[in-house]
Nanobody, 127 residues
């Protein structure tokens, strides 16, 4: 069992930056693929970014590519999402997720690829 707790959300102006953190419990964090997803009001949960268990492979949604960076420090059981050049359309609840399996290609963007989810942190970008 893995428990995930997100932090770092809040209100930011358009063009600004914010860093989200996701702290994981358990001793096997380094074996999990990690992902960030987001859900805006009235919309489905969508993929944002993913990182492999060892941290060498990353994937991004086209909408955030070049603006967001996912990273992890396995010694700290933590995954991060650095968000730059934020836009009002980035406003959403952001969730981190952990997957037990090795994920390839498009699998990294599927909600069903992940086994554990945090409760989310609200990010609001004002125009």
């Amino acid at each position: 069992q893995v428990q995930l707790v997100e932090s770092g959300g809040g209100l930011v102006q358009a063009g600004g930056s914010q860093r989200l953190s996701c702290a994981a419990s358990g001793r096997t964090f380094s074996s999990y693929a990690m992902g960030w997803f987001r859900q805006a009001p009235g919309k489905e949960r969508e993929f944002v970014a993913a990182i492999s268990a060892g941290g060498s492979v990353t994937s991004y949604a086209d909408s955030v590519k070049g603006r967001f960076t996912i990273s992890r420090i396995n010694a700290k059981n933590t995954v991060y999402l650095q968000m730059n050049s934020l836009k009002p359309e980035d406003t959403a609840i952001y969730y981190c997720a952990a997957g037990r399996r090795t994920l390839n290609g498009s699998q990294r963007s599927w909600v069903n690829s992940y086994d554990y989810w945090g409760q989310g942190t609200q990010v609001t970008v004002s125009s």
